[in-house]
């Protein structure tokens, strides 16, 4: 069956260094892969959209990656600030009407 | 604009009590969503509505029942609650199907069934 795997349930981090998430997928070739921050108390906010043609996307601090033959995406947050404390979520496409979302990375950045 | 809006914010039911949650977007965006979240688990698909008058079950639909009203409300019923069926849900809407555009969600309903 089709598997999410976000790599870890939380990650430290010292504001100014970078972040790296991993999503893993297994058992499916999602065409596009979706990444979502969600605060406490708050529904997912959309982050970006990477789709199996491009290996990489970038929005000012955010950079993602999608590699299909390692069926994995990593996103990263640059120069990291304590408002970016968060859970991310990533959610590989599994059908047209259906995104299948990982269980989430909650990030912590202290000053 | 509002967004997505969830009504109620919260809500404690008993082992068998039916409720409806409401949910409506302001965003004229056809393809509407039920997820559910659990400690641990991503976000699952209950129901979805990827255009007005069309309805279609997601991953975890047992138990639930949906109603798009019209293009801006998409409800969701819990006939007979059941303990399990404690967690949040959450609305989401989107333009058109998910392929093209990201997901707006609703910040939630709470529901606790003892």
């Known amino acids: 069956s089709q598997k999410i795997e976000q790599n870890s349930e939380a990650l430290n981090i010292q504001e100014g260094k970078t972040a790296t998430l991993t999503c893993n997928y297994t058992n499916y070739s999602p065409a596009y892969l979706q990444w979502y921050r969600q605060d406490p108390g708050r529904g997912p906010v959309f982050l970006l959209l990477?789709?199996?043609?491009?290996k990489e996307k970038r929005k000012e601090r955010l950079k993602v990656t999608f590699d299909t033959t390692l069926k994995q995406s990593l996103f990263h947050i640059t120069a990291s600030q304590p408002a970016d404390s968060a859970t991310y979520l990533c959610?590989?496409?599994?059908?047209?009407?259906?995104?299948?979302f990982g269980a989430g990375t909650r990030l912590t950045v202290k000053p | 604009n509002a967004g997505v809006t969830q009504t109620p914010k919260f809500q404690v039911l008993k082992t068998g009590q039916s409720m409806t949650l409401q949910c409506a977007q302001d965003m004229n965006h056809n393809s509407m969503y039920w997820y559910r979240q659990d400690p641990g688990m991503g976000l699952r698909l209950i129901y979805y509505s990827a255009s007005e008058g069309t309805t279609d079950k997601g991953e975890v639909p047992n138990g639930y029942n949906v109603s798009r009203l019209n293009k801006r409300e998409f409800s969701l019923r819990l006939e007979s609650a059941a303990p399990s069926q404690t967690s949040v849900y959450f609305c989401?809407?989107?333009?058109?199907?998910?392929?093209?555009?990201?997901?707006?969600f609703g910040n939630g309903t709470r529901l606790t069934v003892t």
């Open positions: 990477i789709r199996e043609n491009e």
């Open positions: 959610a590989p496409e599994y059908n047209n009407n259906d995104m299948r």
């Open positions: 989401a809407s989107s333009e058109m199907a998910v392929y093209n555009s990201p997901l707006h």
